[in-house]
C-alpha cells in the first residue's frame, strides 16, 4: 500500500489515510487500497475495532477531481474524445484518477463503476461486523463524508468542517446519501442548498458526532475508545451493531441508498448531455486558470 497505511495496535485495526500533501483527496487506487485494508481487519480474529484516521490537516478533501479537470480541457482542445453515456469506445477518460476508462475490466458505465467503487465500497464498509470508529480534523468534503459515515462512531477534532457542495458541479450529492439520517431533512437540504461547512459542534448538536475534542487529543481519544470497546465479548459487539443497523435498514435507510444514488446518476447524465463531460465544469474559467498558472 502506498495511499493507505493499516497496523494494529493492541486490538485495533488502524487504517490511516496517507495523501496528506494532496489533503488525502480520493484516487481509484486509494479507495481500492483503502478497501483491502477494511477487508483485512474484518477477517483478522486479532482485530475487534476498526479505526480509520488521516494524516495530514484535513481528514479528506473528497474525491479527485483535479485531473478530471485537466482531462476536460484537453478534450475542449481537441486531444481526447467526448464521453458518451453508452461507454461505447469513445467515452475513455485514460489516466483520469477520478473517472475510469469506463471500458476498462468490462465496465460500460459509470454507474457500474460508482456503484461497485462508491456505493459499493461504503456500504460493505458499514456493513462490517467489527465497530469502526472515524477520527476526523480539519475539512471532510463531499467524498470525505462517504469515508466516515459508514464507521459506526464519529469522533471530531474542533477544527473539524463537513460540507457537500457538488450541487455547484450540478449534482445533487455525493453517492452514498447518508445526509439525511445524519442530520435531518431540513437541515440536509441547508446542506445541499448552499454547499457551506457544518463544524463540528453543530454536528455533534444534530448527532452524526460522538464527540468534540481538541485536536492535539484525537488520536488518543479514539484510541482509548476503541480500547474500551475491545474490552467487550466480539460476539456481543457484532450482535449489537447488526440490531442498530438492521432497524434502520428496515426504516428504509438501505433501500433508500439505492434510489438516490440512481438520481445521482441522473446528474451525470445531465451534464453529459449539456457539456460533454460527466460533471458540470465551467471549461473556459478552467483554461484560464490554468494559463494564469
Known amino acids: 500500500m502506498s495511499l493507505i497505511r493499516y497496523e494494529v495496535v ?27 485494508a477494511w477487508m483485512r481487519a474484518a477477517k483478522d ?4 475495532v476498526i479505526v480509520l484516521r488521516a494524516e495530514g490537516k484535513h481528514f479528506s478533501a473528497g474525491h479527485d477531481i483535479t485531473a478530471s479537470r485537466d482531462a476536460a480541457l484537453d478534450r475542449e482542445g481537441g486531444a481526447a474524445a467526448t464521453p458518451t453515456a453508452g461507454g461505447n469506445g ?3 477518460l485514460r489516466g483520469d484518477p477520478s473517472f475510469p476508462d469506463w471500458n476498462e475490466g468490462g465496465l460500460a ?9 462508491y456505493l459499493g465500497y461504503t456500504r460493505k464498509w458499514r ?20 469515508l466516515c459515515w459508514p464507521c459506526d462512531l464519529i469522533i471530531a477534532s474542533e477544527d473539524a468542517r463537513f460540507s457537500d457542495p457538488v450541487v455547484r458541479m450540478g449534482i445533487g450529492g455525493v453517492e452514498y446519501h447518508g445526509h439525511t439520517w445524519e442530520f435531518g431533512a431540513r437541515k440536509a437540504k441547508e446542506l445541499l442548498f448552499t454547499g457551506q461547512a457544518i463544524d463540528a459542534a453543530e454536528a455533534h448538536r444534530l448527532g452524526m ?41 428496515v426504516m ?7 434510489s438516490v444514488f440512481d438520481i445521482h446518476q441522473t ?14 465544469v465551467d471549461l473556459d474559467a478552467m483554461k484560464a486558470a490554468q494559463d494564469k498558472r
Open 10 to 36: 493492541d486490538r485495533t485495526g488502524v487504517i490511516t489515510l496517507d495523501r496528506a500533501d494532496k489533503a488525502n483527496a480520493q484516487t481509484p487506487p486509494m479507495l481500492d487500497e483503502l478497501d483491502d
Open 45 to 48: 480474529d486479532a482485530v475487534r
Open 127 to 146: 456493513d462490517v461486523r467489527k465497530p469502526s470508529i472515524a477520527a476526523v480534523q480539519g475539512q471532510c468534503i463531499a467524498g470525505g463524508l462517504m
Open 109 to 117: 458505465s459509470i454507474w457500474e463503476w460508482e456503484s461497485e467503487r
Open 209 to 249: 458526532v460522538n464527540r468534540v475534542v481538541t485536536r492535539d487529543r484525537l488520536d488518543a481519544e479514539v484510541m482509548e475508545l476503541a480500547a474500551q470497546i475491545g474490552q467487550m465479548d466480539p460476539f456481543g459487539l457484532a450482535q449489537a451493531k447488526r440490531a442498530v443497523n438492521q432497524t434502520i435498514d
Open 267 to 280: 446528474g451525470h447524465g445531465n451534464a453529459l448531455s449539456r457539456v460533454g463531460y460527466p460533471i458540470m
Open 252 to 258: 428504509g435507510f438501505y433501500t433508500a441508498l439505492q
Open 90 to 92: 469513445s467515452g475513455s
